[in-house]
């Protein structure tokens, strides 16, 4: 098998993989990340979801072949609890989590959406989450974590 | 009171797993573990350091004894070990505010260790709102946090040599008040030894009005490290050695194994083992990729499936079933009320199957060794999964040790203890640790659903329209349930060659002997009495509340609110329907019905906050067309008195989509004293939400042979894309009285609230759960002119 070459996190890992192993497997169980999380598996809930070069993409449904040369940031990738990104510091604040599970998927589509769509409404970012899940219903308090990160960075 | 005696073994046991502090107790099964859990290393060590002491590994804590429950370390740290698991409600965080508030100590200064069948007092399922209920009261943690700091005073008393009642506990100290100078600290007197006492159940807690911690919006201590991905779930449990298993679940309900052609994948990387077990089949291979791979070509062969009921008649063919009956109450009179009234009003409601469908589809990991057996598990009951795992692979529960990790949110029994059979046996055939995570298609297509219900009402009124007889009658259709002893209550398990637990229906039913308010099943409004008690919420002194079970095609279990939710929606739409029928305002008509002191004050309390407008439904003046407006309201006492609560939904309804969208929810609720207010608003809010996506989109839909809601696309969900109302939360503040269920209360009411909201925008009753647009429109178009 390849060698395949990852970014991930700001550290670059060289693995011996077939390049169409989805990205989640090599994140989850070759480098043992707890972010990113198995889902669905069809790109249907988030819940696997990673940044690679700027777009929050599904790794259940990414072949790891395809982001060899990516820039890849997965949830913890983002902050610590220390030093929480200030996206993960709104929802610390917001108290917006149930069991967690979903936070991938919420955190990382809303923090790229809003890193390329800085001026984005309270509408165009329901409609840029319409395709996130949180089986919690955790969504008021998701949504005002969102609104208030989007306009912490824009003060 | 015992010296800390950790043995030389141990202690290296403990050195090898890298703990920075600890202190292991040897006696009454009580250990102290000065360390916050969090890696599986850890619990491994624990193991090791157990059975280092000569301990069993799966001794079970007496939870009469003090020492199962709390214990303080040298450094004062105190540990409490709680039978009730974090399932992403926020278990964790209130109940070391508990531990804090009744000890006296800082939080910082707390740890928790939950649900672990070793160590943990077994409190048996988390679920059902119990918690608040189990320790919160005079009973459980509290009760235990009560008889630590009596002890501590008592000891404090003798250290200090002044009498205890001029002494305070304060944080983790005793001293004498008005002179802080003269004090003990807990570790001074206790750290790292037993209390080597039982639990006083005249032991005082602290009242409300004392509380410094309990009460406060303290926040969740576990969203740091869930919003930065560090919390560790199952799914993250990583243990060496250890392999992936991937089941092959038939391909319709019934379907037996004929063949396995293990040929068809010979040769494939990384796989270890075929496991096959009367009708199931799973493929173990060394990494997850592989074992999804192998499963997906492994050539099984299958018998046809049994055939199911047809999915669009399903609501008639249950009252053909066999049954189990059940009278909840009958007064005797109802036939004859209902011959001399007024007029009669006559019902029926249906509600489908529903899914749990956690975010994350089920996992576990099992280590089946020759004499012991470790499971890590998201089970909402460790303890009973020990014994249903002990019951599959043939061996005795105590050499089965089961240690709760949290999951995905459940919402009930989702697949955690179907995925912990999976891999048990795949475990135990390969001889080695295996993890198992469901496919999201295993996961939805044979999980524990939700109960069918249809649900026939009737009641006669007065020539005034008060409701002088409620007669009810309802079937549910359910099979399998909690695993409890028998695996074959899940699917996996029932593949392997276990049963479920039988269906024996019995007709007719038995007299009632005293009036049970669980699961709703009974109105508000009747007055529930039996024999010469009057257990009932409401005022209707003729009442019949007769109910069927009968044995459903899928396998089935505790769905939030289970039972209520569907009966509410039976009893609150009804409600509505007679209050519109005598043009009555729905809050006045309901509250000139009710009797129950609580329910009465959340539907006022929510009708206020609502700046409900006093008037019959529907909503006079509204379009026929376009987007039409309205208001509606549901009130429930829920499963009879565990957690009370009233809402109100004001509605758009799309008159040409047929689209509903909740635009604002009003919610009163009333669940004893309030722990942690942030908590509960966060569960209300939650529970509402959850509520109006099974309203509005969520149902388990099936072919002749096979379920066909198996993904997101096919079994609907709302998204964080989805409008969401806006929501007022009313908290009635009980400091006198006992705590009760909040995490299932707001739920109950949604489905009526909504569906009577829609009627009083269009005049349209929706008499059927979900209220998917297709179904408006019909009802719309059907409307009459």
């Avoid at chain 1, 390049?19 to 198995?38: A, I, M, N, R, W």
């Avoid at chain 2, 107790?25 to 009580?30: E, F, I, Q, V």
């Avoid at chain 2, 928790?112 to 988390?126: A, E, F, K, M």
Wanted: charged share 20%; proline share 6%; aromatic share 6%.
């Amino acid at each position: 098998m390849p060698m395949i070459s990852l970014n991930v996190n700001g550290r670059r890992h060289t693995l011996d993989l077939d390049p169409q192993t989805p990205l989640l497997y090599v994140l989850s169980d070759d480098l043992e990340l707890k972010g990113p999380k198995f889902g669905c598996g069809m790109a249907q809930c988030g819940s696997c979801t990673v940044i690679a070069d700027g777009k929050a993409i599904r790794s259940c449904s990414t072949p790891v072949g395809t982001v060899a040369n990516a820039q890849i940031t997965t949830l913890e990738g983002l902050g610590t609890p220390e030093k929480p990104h200030p996206i993960q510091q709104a929802f610390i604040e917001e108290q917006a989590a149930q069991c967690g599970f979903c936070l991938s998927g919420v955190v990382l589509t809303a923090k790229a959406y809003l890193d390329q769509n800085p001026k984005a409404n309270e509408t165009q970012i329901r409609q840029a989450m319409s395709g996130v899940l949180c089986r919690c219903f955790t969504h008021t308090r998701m949504v005002r974590a969102i609104m208030k990160y989007a306009q912490g960075r824009n003060a | 009171m015992n010296p800390l005696n950790l043995t030389p073994d141990a202690s290296e046991a403990l050195d090898r797993e890298g703990f920075s502090r600890r202190h292991f107790l040897k006696g009454s099964g009580a250990l102290i573990v000065g360390f916050s859990i969090t890696s599986v290393a850890g619990r491994i060590g624990l193991e090791t350091a157990l059975a280092a002491q000569g301990a069993p590994a799966a001794a079970q804590p007496n939870p009469g004894q003090l020492d199962s429950w709390l214990a303080i370390g040298a450094d004062g740290i105190v540990t409490a070990y709680t039978g009730k698991c974090e399932l992403g409600q926020g278990l964790t965080t209130v109940q070391m505010q508990l531990v804090a508030e009744e000890l006296s100590v800082p939080m910082q200064r707390v740890r928790l260790i939950q649900c672990d069948t070793s160590i943990t007092p077994n409190q048996g399922t988390t679920s059902g709102a119990q918690s608040h209920q189990a320790n919160f009261n005079k009973a459980g943690l509290a009760q235990a946090g009560a008889t630590a700091r009596q002890a501590l005073l008592r000891l404090g008393s003798e250290r200090l040599g002044v009498p205890a009642a001029q002494l305070i506990a304060r944080d983790g100290a005793i001293s004498v008040s008005g002179d802080a100078s003269r004090r003990v600290t807990y570790a001074e007197l206790v750290g790292g030894r037993t209390f080597q006492m039982l639990i006083d159940a005249s032991a005082p807690r602290k009242h409300p009005k004392e509380w410094t911690v309990m009460g406060q919006p303290v926040a969740r201590v576990d969203i740091p490290s869930l919003v930065t991905a560090q919390a560790e779930f199952v799914h993250n449990v990583r243990v060496p050695g250890m392999l992936h298993g991937r089941p092959v679940r038939p391909p319709a309900v019934g379907a037996t194994l004929q063949g396995v052609d293990e040929s068809s994948i010979a040769g494939m990387p990384g796989v270890v083992k075929v496991v096959t077990q009367k009708n199931y089949v799973g493929v173990v291979a060394e990494k997850p990729w592989q074992a999804i791979q192998a499963a997906a070509r492994l050539k099984v062969s299958w018998s046809a499936g049994t055939g199911l009921p047809n999915n669009a008649q399903y609501y008639d063919y249950m009252r053909k079933q066999p049954s189990r009956d059940t009278l909840v109450v009958d007064s005797g009179d109802v036939d004859a009320k209902l011959k001399s009234a007024a007029e009669v009003v006559r019902a029926t409601y249906m509600y489908p199957f529903q899914m749990h469908g956690s975010i994350g589809s089920s996992c576990a990991v099992a280590d089946v060794q020759n004499d012991k057996t470790t499971v890590w598990a998201a089970s909402q009951n460790v303890y009973a999964l020990r014994g249903s795992t002990a019951t599959l692979l043939g061996v005795a529960p105590d050499t089965v040790r089961v240690v709760f990790t949290r999951g995905s949110g459940c919402y009930g029994i989702n697949g955690a203890d179907a995925a912990t059979f999976d891999a048990a046996l795949m475990s135990k055939v390969v001889g080695k640790p295996v993890r198992v995570q469901l496919s999201r298609k295993d996961e939805m297509a044979w999980e524990n659903y939700g109960l069918a219900f249809v649900v026939d009402q009737q009641v006669g009124l007065d020539a005034q329209g008060n409701i002088i007889a409620w007669d009810y009658e309802g079937w549910s259709a359910s099979r399998g349930g909690r695993p409890g002893a028998r695996p074959g209550n899940v699917a996996s398990g029932f593949h392997m060659g276990f049963e479920p637990a039988p269906f024996q229906p019995l007709r007719p039913a038995p007299a009632p002997t005293e009036f049970v308010g669980d699961n709703n099943t009974a109105p508000s409004y009747v007055a529930g009495r039996v024999g010469d008690k009057q257990g009932g919420a409401g005022t209707v002194a003729s009442e019949r509340v007769l109910s069927h079970r009968i044995e459903a095609p899928f396998f089935n279990g505790p769905l939030r609110a289970p039972e209520q939710l569907q009966n509410t929606f039976a009893h609150e739409s009804f409600m509505d329907e007679i209050a519109a029928r005598v043009k009555a305002d729905p809050v006045a008509y309901r509250l000139k019905h009710l009797s129950d002191p609580r329910l009465i004050d959340v539907v006022r309390s929510a009708a206020k906050t609502s700046a409900w407008e006093t008037r019959p439904s529907p909503k006079p003046g509204n379009r026929r067309t376009g987007v039409a407006s309205g208001h509606g309201f549901a009130c429930v006492a829920r499963d009879g008195g565990n957690g009370w609560v009233a809402m109100s939904a004001d509605v758009d309804v799309n008159q040409d989509n047929g689209q509903v969208v909740v635009r604002r929810l009003t919610i009163a609720a009333d669940a004893g004293p309030i722990s942690n207010p942030n908590g509960i608003r966060n569960q209300l809010e939650g529970a509402a939400l959850h509520g109006i996506s099974r309203s509005l989109a969520e149902e388990v839909t099936w072919d002749d042979q096979k379920v066909t809601s198996f993904d997101w696309q096919t079994y609907r969900t709302l998204t964080l894309g989805s409008v969401m109302p806006a929501m007022q939360i009313v908290l009635m503040d009980r400091p006198d009285a006992a705590a009760t269920g909040a995490g299932e209360t707001s739920i109950t009411a949604v489905a009526a609230a909504i569906g009577n909201a829609i009627f009083d925008a269009t005049g349209v009753r929706l008499r059927q759960v979900p209220f998917t647009p297709e179904r408006v429109k019909a009802a719309l178009a059907a409307r009459r002119t």
